[in-house]
Structure formats: structure tokens, C-alpha cells
């Protein structure tokens, strides 16, 4: 299949380490983020999201901080697999949920070793 | 409960030409969100639509148009395609009301030739 991660920012972490995925939005008044997972050749997959209301979610294996201050996202993968090798991105949605439009930061290609 | 799916997976065309692109909603969602992902970049916003009607639409030509069907999926249009045009397009469903977010099928990779 088609490569997504081509010209991406990189992160590389040994298998059980855990990974931080660094993300900045762009639109201050945006109260809704979600992160979303890419495999190769696939759609992008929902992980996690996050009202501004709330700093920190955690889900199974997986935690976002959200610093509204610097407009800035986080995701925690904690004891990192081979199978979460892909390109992660995160979005944000002024409308707040469902309506409006996914605007999507740029993504980072999480390679695992083995 | 099936999720969103997408038809045809591969499509290659020529500049000039037209296609046609479909999608099916997850089940229980009636909102349909299409985006255009270029190889190396993020999803970018083409269009939405809910009963029946494009609800918004970020800034694509009007070569893009769009359709919903009252069985709520959806078809993306884009006519006198231009090399540029080539990319993964993805469709999207959620439920109009509801804060959830959206989901996403696996795309139609387009190929201008």
C-alpha cells in the first residue's frame, strides 16, 4: 500500500518503551481534539479526544494532556507495540463535535522496534 | 455493526475526466464529512452534508460537488480532473447531534494520469 509518512516527522522508540507524540493546533477557540491512528493504505482511526474542559484523558494504553495555554496536544502511548507503528495525527474542531469540519496538525510517523 | 465503507478502493483516471466516489455511513450516523488527503499530509476538508443538504464546505473548487441520498450515504463528484487531484479520499460519519466525533472509512486512492 501507499505511504502516508513520507516526509513526516519521525519518532522511533523500542518495543515497551512509551512514546509522546507532541502536536500544536491552531485555533485557540477549537474545545474539542481527538487524536486519530493511520495505518498505511487505511483510513485514519479514532484513538482518543478531549473537551477543553479537561486537561488530561486517559484511555487503555493511551493518555492526552492538553495545554490550552500554548495550544498544545500530547498523546501517551504507554508500553509501545509493533502494531502502533503508524502515523498519528491529531485534529481539532472549532464546531466542537460531530458538524463542521476535522482540521488535522501535521503528522508523525511512530516507527517500533522490535 | 458495519463500519464506513468506501467504493472503489483504486481508481485511476485521466486529466479531464470525471469520477464518482462512494460512501456508506457507520451505522446509526446520518452526517457524511469527505476529505482529501495528498500523499504526505494531513486530511483536508472538502464538504459535508446532513439531510440531504452541504452544510459546509472548505475551500475547494466548485469542479467538487457532492450528493446525499435519504439512506443517508453519500457520493463526491470532481469533474475536469487535474493531475493535482490525485490523492486518498476519505469519508467520514458522525450523528448530527451528538458530541462524538467522527469516523472514518478506509478511502479511495485517486490516480490522475
Known amino acids: 500500500g501507499e505511504s502516508v509518512g513520507l516526509h513526516l516527522p519521525t519518532l522511533s522508540v523500542q518495543e515497551g518503551d512509551n512514546s509522546i507524540i507532541n502536536c500544536a493546533y491552531s485555533n485557540s477557540a477549537s474545545d474539542y481534539f481527538i487524536w486519530y491512528k493511520q495505518e498505511s493504505g487505511k483510513g485514519p482511526q479514532f484513538i482518543i479526544d478531549i473537551r477543553s474542559n479537561m486537561d488530561k484523558r486517559q484511555g487503555q494504553r493511551v493518555t492526552v494532556l492538553l495545554n490550552k495555554t500554548v495550544k498544545h496536544l500530547s498523546l501517551q502511548i504507554a508500553a509501545t507495540q509493533p502494531g502502533d507503528s503508524a502515523v498519528y495525527f491529531c485534529?481539532?474542531?472549532?464546531?466542537?463535535?460531530?458538524?463542521?469540519?476535522?482540521?488535522f496538525g501535521k503528522g508523525t510517523k511512530l516507527s517500533v522496534k522490535p | 455493526d458495519a463500519g464506513v465503507t468506501q467504493s472503489p478502493t483504486h481508481l485511476i483516471k485521466t486529466r479531464g475526466q470525471q469520477v464518482t466516489l462512494r460512501c456508506s455511513p457507520k451505522?446509526?450516523?446520518?452526517?457524511v464529512s469527505w476529505y482529501q488527503q495528498a500523499l504526505g499530509q494531513g486530511p483536508q476538508f472538502i464538504f459535508q452534508y446532513y439531510e440531504e443538504e452541504e452544510r459546509q464546505r472548505g475551500n475547494f473548487p466548485d469542479r467538487f460537488s457532492g450528493h446525499q441520498f435519504p439512506n443517508y450515504s453519500s457520493e463526491l463528484n470532481v469533474n475536469a480532473l487535474l493531475l493535482g487531484d490525485s490523492a486518498l479520499y476519505l469519508c467520514?460519519?458522525?450523528?448530527?447531534?451528538?458530541?462524538?466525533?467522527?469516523?472514518f472509512g478506509p478511502g479511495t486512492r485517486l490516480t490522475v494520469l
Open positions: 467520514a460519519s458522525s450523528w448530527w447531534g451528538s458530541t462524538d466525533t467522527q469516523y
Open positions: 451505522s446509526g450516523h446520518d452526517t
Open positions: 485534529a481539532e474542531n472549532p464546531k466542537g463535535g460531530s458538524q463542521g469540519n476535522l482540521i
